[in-house]
T-cell receptor
Framework: AQKITQTQPGMFVQEKEAVTLDCTYD???????LFWYKQPSSGEMIFLIY??????QNATEGRYSLNFQKARKSANLVISASQLGDSAMYFCAMREPSGGGADGLTFGKGTHLIIQP | ETGVTQTPRHLVMGMTNKKSLKCEQHLGHNAMYWYKQSAKKPLELMFV???????ENNSVPSRFSPECPNSSHLFLHLHTLQPEDSALYLCASSQDGTGRDEQYFGPGTRLTVT
Protein backbone atom coordinates (compact mmCIF):
# COMPACT_ATOMS: atom_id res chain seq x y z
CA ALA A 1 0.00 0.00 0.00
CA GLN A 2 1.18 3.50 -0.76
CA LYS A 3 2.25 5.52 2.24
CA ILE A 4 1.52 8.85 0.56
CA THR A 5 -1.29 9.27 -1.94
CA GLN A 6 -1.75 12.31 -4.12
CA THR A 7 -4.83 11.76 -6.24
CA GLN A 8 -4.48 14.76 -8.56
CA PRO A 9 -1.85 14.11 -11.24
CA GLY A 10 -2.46 17.54 -12.76
CA MET A 11 -4.42 20.70 -12.05
CA PHE A 12 -5.16 23.87 -13.99
CA VAL A 13 -6.02 26.95 -11.92
CA GLN A 14 -6.70 30.55 -12.86
CA GLU A 15 -4.25 33.10 -11.54
CA LYS A 16 -5.27 34.69 -8.20
CA GLU A 17 -7.56 31.80 -7.30
CA ALA A 18 -6.92 29.62 -4.26
CA VAL A 19 -5.93 26.02 -4.90
CA THR A 20 -6.02 22.91 -2.73
CA LEU A 21 -3.67 20.02 -3.39
CA ASP A 22 -4.74 16.75 -1.81
CA CYS A 23 -2.57 14.40 0.22
CA THR A 24 -3.51 11.38 2.30
CA TYR A 25 -1.06 9.26 4.22
CA ASP A 26 -0.83 5.92 5.88
CA UNK A 27 1.12 5.25 9.06
CA UNK A 28 0.73 3.36 12.30
CA UNK A 29 3.13 5.67 14.14
CA UNK A 30 1.75 8.23 16.58
CA UNK A 31 4.65 10.59 15.98
CA UNK A 32 5.34 11.61 12.41
CA UNK A 33 5.87 14.69 10.30
CA LEU A 34 4.34 15.83 7.02
CA PHE A 35 6.09 18.04 4.50
CA TRP A 36 5.22 19.74 1.24
CA TYR A 37 7.85 20.46 -1.37
CA LYS A 38 7.70 22.34 -4.67
CA GLN A 39 9.74 21.28 -7.68
CA PRO A 40 9.88 23.82 -10.55
CA SER A 41 10.99 22.78 -14.00
CA SER A 42 14.57 23.52 -12.97
CA GLY A 43 14.43 20.36 -10.85
CA GLU A 44 15.41 21.62 -7.41
CA MET A 45 13.12 20.65 -4.52
CA ILE A 46 12.00 23.60 -2.42
CA PHE A 47 10.59 23.13 1.09
CA LEU A 48 7.24 24.84 1.63
CA ILE A 49 5.65 23.82 4.90
CA TYR A 50 5.74 21.30 7.75
CA UNK A 51 3.07 19.80 10.02
CA UNK A 52 3.89 17.64 13.01
CA UNK A 53 1.46 14.96 14.10
CA UNK A 54 1.14 16.52 17.55
CA UNK A 55 0.77 20.09 16.31
CA UNK A 56 -2.64 21.35 17.35
CA GLN A 57 -2.73 24.24 14.92
CA ASN A 58 -2.65 23.96 11.16
CA ALA A 59 0.70 25.13 9.82
CA THR A 60 0.90 28.35 7.81
CA GLU A 61 3.78 29.91 5.86
CA GLY A 62 2.88 33.04 3.94
CA ARG A 63 0.48 32.05 1.15
CA TYR A 64 0.78 28.37 2.06
CA SER A 65 -1.32 26.65 4.67
CA LEU A 66 -1.82 23.03 5.54
CA ASN A 67 -5.27 21.66 6.19
CA PHE A 68 -4.38 18.86 8.62
CA GLN A 69 -7.14 16.39 9.44
CA LYS A 70 -5.50 13.76 11.60
CA ALA A 71 -8.46 11.41 11.93
CA ARG A 72 -8.83 11.29 8.15
CA LYS A 73 -5.04 11.09 7.70
CA SER A 74 -5.05 13.95 5.27
CA ALA A 75 -2.71 16.90 4.92
CA ASN A 76 -3.88 19.08 2.06
CA LEU A 77 -1.83 22.06 0.91
CA VAL A 78 -3.72 25.28 0.29
CA ILE A 79 -2.15 28.02 -1.79
CA SER A 80 -3.98 31.32 -1.57
CA ALA A 81 -3.97 33.92 -4.35
CA SER A 82 -2.09 31.74 -6.82
CA GLN A 83 0.60 33.29 -9.00
CA LEU A 84 2.09 32.27 -12.34
CA GLY A 85 5.31 31.38 -10.52
CA ASP A 86 3.44 28.74 -8.54
CA SER A 87 3.36 26.51 -11.62
CA ALA A 88 5.40 23.45 -10.64
CA MET A 89 5.24 19.89 -9.32
CA TYR A 90 4.13 19.66 -5.69
CA PHE A 91 5.06 16.73 -3.50
CA CYS A 92 3.66 15.62 -0.18
CA ALA A 93 6.09 13.68 2.01
CA MET A 94 6.16 11.98 5.41
CA ARG A 95 8.83 11.33 7.99
CA GLU A 96 8.31 8.37 10.29
CA PRO A 97 10.84 7.98 13.10
CA SER A 98 12.98 4.89 12.68
CA GLY A 99 14.75 5.21 16.01
CA GLY A 100 18.07 5.07 14.23
CA GLY A 101 18.85 8.76 14.00
CA ALA A 102 18.24 10.67 10.78
CA ASP A 103 15.08 9.68 8.92
CA GLY A 104 14.51 9.96 5.20
CA LEU A 105 11.23 11.05 3.66
CA THR A 106 8.59 9.01 1.83
CA PHE A 107 7.15 10.98 -1.07
CA GLY A 108 3.92 10.87 -3.03
CA LYS A 109 3.81 10.88 -6.83
CA GLY A 110 3.15 14.58 -6.94
CA THR A 111 0.65 16.98 -8.50
CA HIS A 112 1.56 19.05 -11.54
CA LEU A 113 0.02 22.47 -10.95
CA ILE A 114 -0.33 24.90 -13.84
CA ILE A 115 -1.46 28.46 -13.16
CA GLN A 116 -3.16 30.09 -16.11
CA PRO A 117 -3.24 33.88 -16.64
CA GLU B 1 28.96 28.34 -2.87
CA THR B 2 25.87 28.10 -0.71
CA GLY B 3 23.31 25.43 0.02
CA VAL B 4 23.68 21.99 -1.51
CA THR B 5 25.66 21.52 -4.71
CA GLN B 6 25.86 18.48 -6.95
CA THR B 7 28.26 17.59 -9.72
CA PRO B 8 28.03 16.76 -12.50
CA ARG B 9 24.63 18.14 -13.43
CA HIS B 10 24.34 15.78 -16.38
CA LEU B 11 26.01 12.42 -16.95
CA VAL B 12 25.79 9.91 -19.79
CA MET B 13 27.47 6.58 -19.17
CA GLY B 14 27.61 3.15 -20.70
CA MET B 15 26.63 0.07 -18.77
CA THR B 16 30.25 -0.97 -18.30
CA ASN B 17 31.50 2.42 -17.07
CA LYS B 18 32.33 3.47 -13.54
CA LYS B 19 31.45 7.00 -12.49
CA SER B 20 30.79 8.94 -9.31
CA LEU B 21 28.27 11.58 -8.32
CA LYS B 22 29.34 14.22 -5.82
CA CYS B 23 27.28 16.18 -3.33
CA GLU B 24 28.52 18.95 -1.06
CA GLN B 25 26.57 20.90 1.54
CA HIS B 26 27.66 24.25 2.96
CA LEU B 27 24.98 24.42 5.66
CA GLY B 28 26.74 22.76 8.59
CA HIS B 29 24.26 19.89 8.57
CA ASN B 30 24.89 16.45 10.04
CA ALA B 31 22.58 14.29 7.93
CA MET B 32 22.79 13.63 4.19
CA TYR B 33 20.59 11.67 1.82
CA TRP B 34 20.46 10.23 -1.68
CA TYR B 35 17.13 10.04 -3.54
CA LYS B 36 16.28 8.69 -6.99
CA GLN B 37 13.59 10.36 -9.09
CA SER B 38 12.42 8.34 -12.08
CA ALA B 39 9.77 9.41 -14.54
CA LYS B 40 6.24 8.65 -13.37
CA LYS B 41 7.44 7.40 -9.96
CA PRO B 42 7.69 9.04 -6.55
CA LEU B 43 11.07 10.07 -5.21
CA GLU B 44 12.70 7.00 -3.72
CA LEU B 45 14.96 7.25 -0.69
CA MET B 46 18.21 5.37 -1.34
CA PHE B 47 20.62 6.06 1.51
CA VAL B 48 20.77 8.06 4.73
CA UNK B 49 23.93 9.17 6.51
CA UNK B 50 24.03 10.70 9.96
CA UNK B 51 27.34 12.04 11.28
CA UNK B 52 29.10 10.17 8.44
CA UNK B 53 27.57 6.83 9.42
CA UNK B 54 25.13 5.09 7.12
CA UNK B 55 21.84 4.67 8.97
CA GLU B 56 19.60 3.52 6.15
CA ASN B 57 20.02 1.54 2.94
CA ASN B 58 16.65 1.25 1.28
CA SER B 59 17.33 -2.10 -0.45
CA VAL B 60 19.45 -0.44 -3.10
CA PRO B 61 21.32 -2.73 -5.55
CA SER B 62 25.03 -3.06 -4.90
CA ARG B 63 25.88 -1.38 -8.21
CA PHE B 64 25.20 1.84 -6.27
CA SER B 65 27.83 2.40 -3.60
CA PRO B 66 27.63 5.47 -1.33
CA GLU B 67 30.50 7.10 0.49
CA CYS B 68 30.42 9.81 3.14
CA PRO B 69 33.96 10.88 4.10
CA ASN B 70 32.72 13.75 6.29
CA SER B 71 29.45 15.51 7.14
CA SER B 72 29.83 17.93 4.24
CA HIS B 73 30.44 15.50 1.39
CA LEU B 74 28.50 12.58 -0.02
CA PHE B 75 29.35 10.48 -3.04
CA LEU B 76 27.45 7.90 -5.03
CA HIS B 77 29.73 5.52 -6.91
CA LEU B 78 28.16 3.88 -9.92
CA HIS B 79 29.27 0.73 -11.76
CA THR B 80 27.71 -1.67 -14.25
CA LEU B 81 24.44 0.22 -14.28
CA GLN B 82 21.32 -0.74 -16.22
CA PRO B 83 19.25 1.47 -18.53
CA GLU B 84 16.46 1.51 -15.92
CA ASP B 85 18.86 3.33 -13.58
CA SER B 86 18.50 6.41 -15.76
CA ALA B 87 16.95 9.03 -13.50
CA LEU B 88 17.47 12.29 -11.64
CA TYR B 89 19.59 11.67 -8.55
CA LEU B 90 18.97 14.16 -5.79
CA CYS B 91 21.13 14.79 -2.77
CA ALA B 92 19.75 16.43 0.35
CA SER B 93 21.00 17.47 3.76
CA SER B 94 19.38 18.38 7.06
CA GLN B 95 20.47 19.33 10.55
CA ASP B 96 19.79 16.00 12.20
CA GLY B 97 17.00 14.31 10.26
CA THR B 98 14.47 14.23 13.07
CA GLY B 99 11.24 16.01 13.93
CA ARG B 100 10.48 19.11 11.90
CA ASP B 101 13.99 19.24 10.52
CA GLU B 102 13.55 20.11 6.84
CA GLN B 103 15.73 18.70 4.10
CA TYR B 104 17.54 20.98 1.69
CA PHE B 105 17.96 19.53 -1.78
CA GLY B 106 20.60 20.01 -4.41
CA PRO B 107 19.77 20.59 -8.09
CA GLY B 108 20.30 16.92 -8.94
CA THR B 109 22.35 14.95 -11.45
CA ARG B 110 20.49 13.82 -14.56
CA LEU B 111 21.91 10.36 -15.31
CA THR B 112 21.41 8.57 -18.60
CA VAL B 113 22.64 4.99 -18.94
CA THR B 114 23.13 3.82 -22.51
Amino acid sequence: AQKITQTQPGMFVQEKEAVTLDCTYDTSDQSYGLFWYKQPSSGEMIFLIYQGSYDEQNATEGRYSLNFQKARKSANLVISASQLGDSAMYFCAMREPSGGGADGLTFGKGTHLIIQP
Amino acid sequence: ETGVTQTPRHLVMGMTNKKSLKCEQHLGHNAMYWYKQSAKKPLELMFVYNFKEQTENNSVPSRFSPECPNSSHLFLHLHTLQPEDSALYLCASSQDGTGRDEQYFGPGTRLTVT
